[in-house]
């Protein structure tokens, strides 16, 4: 089985962006290690703290966090990161080409519950006559270069892409390496299962309760089958349901805030994980617009996600336009 590093040689990716992914492979091998040790390495549990988006900080959202940040800033070719931890982004090597963002640890709360969660990250190039400043991560996610998870689960996977198809790398343990376990990974354009927090029903827009009420019909009801439901409460884990057996997952505009309205971020999540499911002929949407379309404000901007199985992203997307333009009838 290969290695990551020879399959991105193989690939002709950049010698720096290589050298940045292995930064990222480092991060993984040190962060799973904690998970795994669980109570054992005091990581469970949280701080007193808050991050800048006004959640409580887990230990390991702050470890992950300081791990990542150190090793990837140790690597000469990344100029600056960005995090959900970090208030501000954080400067690296002036001469450096890359860009990071990251969520260190994505699914906080299935932490304490010895549950999945993962680290998502975005790379991004630095752009021609930039500011030095956080301008340089406000591209759309159409200019990523490398993204991908890594999911710590019973075993420990990274799903990656250089836009050169989705891939999926599994730790060897015994050896500390990824080895490619599957490649050119394609999701089914149609599917029957489809995952979205329904506690958060009655705040959706309205196409979306038509659209999710419809799936609940199954048979009886106009799209005339069953649709199953899960719901892993960490996006790297759903998506990963997604890429294995396909799926929709959704995290939608909702109404219970009103300076809030959508729950997970741009940067680090939603793009990362828009262009791995582009590449595995899928699609990712706003509710508004292609997410990797979208022109970015600010590092920590929140989106809606509406990701998949191409078909049924498409249907999604027809019942939020139905509803929006009066037609109920979709
Ligand atoms: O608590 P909810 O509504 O189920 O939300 C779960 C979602 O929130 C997240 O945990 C947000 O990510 P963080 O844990 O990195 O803040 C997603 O991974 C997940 O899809
Ligand atoms: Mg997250
Ligand atoms: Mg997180």
Redesign the pocket.
């Given at each position: 089985m290969q290695r990551l590093i020879p399959t991105l040689r193989h690939d002709q990716v950049d010698e720096a962006l290589i050298s940045v992914i292995n930064s990222l492979q480092i991060c993984a091998k040190e962060i799973s290690f904690r998970v795994g040790q669980g109570e054992l390495a005091g990581v469970l549990g949280s701080t007193l703290s808050e991050n800048i988006q006004g959640?409580t900080q887990k230990k390991l959202d702050i470890l992950s966090n300081q791990l990542i940040k150190e090793i990837l800033l140790e690597c000469q070719h990344v100029r600056a990161v960005a995090s959900?931890e970090e208030e501000g982004i954080v400067l690296g090597n002036e001469q450096g080409k890359y860009l990071v963002a990251f969520?260190p640890?994505?699914?906080?709360?299935n932490i304490d519950i010895n549950s999945m969660v993962g680290t998502i990250f975005s790379v991004l190039p630095v752009p021609e006559n930039n500011s030095g400043d956080v301008d340089m991560f406000l591209q759309p996610g159409k200019n990523q270069v490398a993204a991908g998870y890594i999911l710590y689960g019973p075993s420990i996977m990274l799903a990656f892409t250089t836009g050169q198809g989705l891939r999926l790398f599994t730790l060897d343990q015994t050896v500390g390496e990824f080895l490619l376990t599957k490649k050119d990974l394609k999701i089914e354009p149609e599917t029957s299962e489809f995952a979205i927090?329904m506690s958060?029903f009655r705040h959706w827009q309205e196409g979306m309760q038509l659209y999710v009420d419809d799936l609940l019909a199954g048979t009886s009801g106009p799209r005339a089958k069953n649709f199953n439901m899960r719901?892993v409460?960490?996006?790297?884990a759903?998506v990963h349901r997604i890429l294995c057996r396909g799926g929709l997952f959704a995290?939608p505009w909702d109404a219970r805030s009103a300076n809030k309205p959508y729950?997970?971020r741009l940067m680090y999540?939603g793009n990362p994980m828009a262009w791995l499911i582009e590449q595995a002929g899928g699609a990712a949407h706003s509710g508004e617009e292609r997410i990797l379309d979208i022109q970015p404000t600010d590092i920590h901007q929140r989106v809606g996600i509406i990701l998949g199985a191409k078909h049924e992203v498409e249907t999604c997307l027809r019942y939020l336009e139905g509803s929006q333009s009066g037609d109920k009838t979709v």
């Open positions: 959640e959900e969520d640890l994505d699914g906080s709360s927090n958060n719901w409460a960490a996006m790297v759903d995290y729950k997970l999540e």
